[in-house]
């Protein structure tokens, strides 16, 4: 099946400074990879997502780049800010279309915002 | 637009007690899912549903745990007998094509 490492596990940045998350994929035939940020007592929230015709996605001060011959994505969040702080996942899916996506989530980054 | 209904938030149980969860999705959402979160990893798939039929139960421990999900709605997550190891944030997700929407879990505490 399906296995997911994320790196680091977790990262301390001060406000404004940029924050790189990185993940590794096994299987080659996963094409959607969703980021999610999970706050304490919450459960995760979709942040962007990218699939795997396209290289890189951007949305505002997050973006996502994807290498498929190298089997890696990375989560970009610059300018970050205090509120950033919480747990971010990356996962990775073979989507079969329609609704059928199954999951494998990395073991998460705790993310620290200093003020 | 009302998110992903779970309850209870919070539960305390003695090892081999049973224990149910619930779930409802967002409305119009046709596919439903069960994660088992232990502290400190990602989520882990126990079974996905689509409407009323299962689509991947391959990593749920069916000789403790059940799901259902009646008329394609709500769906119900249960332990039998719960095991200390068991202890873990129980999240259920709804997508209407891709994107997973996620509830905000129930804790459950094995002693």
């Known amino acids: 099946g399906e296995n997911v490492e994320q790196h680091p596990s977790t990262l301390s940045v001060q406000e404004g400074d940029s924050a790189v998350i990185k993940c590794t994929y096994s299987d080659s035939a996963s094409n959607y990879f969703p980021w999610y940020k999970q706050e304490l007592g919450k459960g995760p929230q979709l942040i962007i997502d990218?699939?795997?015709?396209?290289g890189e996605k951007k949305d505002q001060r997050i973006a996502v780049t994807l290498n498929k011959t190298a089997k890696h994505f990375s989560l970009h969040i610059t300018e970050t800010q205090p509120e950033d702080s919480a747990v971010y996942f990356c996962?990775?899916?073979?989507?079969?279309?329609?609704?059928?996506?199954?999951?494998?989530f990395g073991k998460g980054t705790l993310l620290t915002v200093n003020p | 637009e009302a998110g992903v209904a779970q309850s209870p938030r919070y539960k305390i149980i003695e090892k081999r007690q049973s224990v149910a969860f619930w779930c409802n999705p967002i409305?119009?959402?046709?596919?439903l899912y069960w994660y088992q979160q232990i502290l400190g990893q990602g989520p882990k798939l126990l079974i996905q549903?689509?409407?009323?039929?299962?689509?991947?139960d391959s990593q749920l421990p069916k000789d403790r745990f059940s799901a259902e999900r009646l008329k394609g709605v709500d769906s119900t997550l249960k332990i039998q007998p719960a095991k200390l190891e068991d202890s873990a944030v129980y999240l259920c997700?709804?997508?209407?094509?891709?994107?997973?929407?996620f509830g905000p879990g129930t804790r459950l505490t094995v002693l």
């Open positions: 996962a990775a899916s073979i989507g079969s279309g329609g609704s059928n996506y199954k999951l494998t």
């Open positions: 549903f689509q409407n009323n039929g299962v689509v991947d």
């Open positions: 997700a709804s997508s209407p094509t891709g994107e997973q929407f």
């Open positions: 990218i699939r795997s015709n396209v």
């Open positions: 409305s119009g959402h046709a596919t």
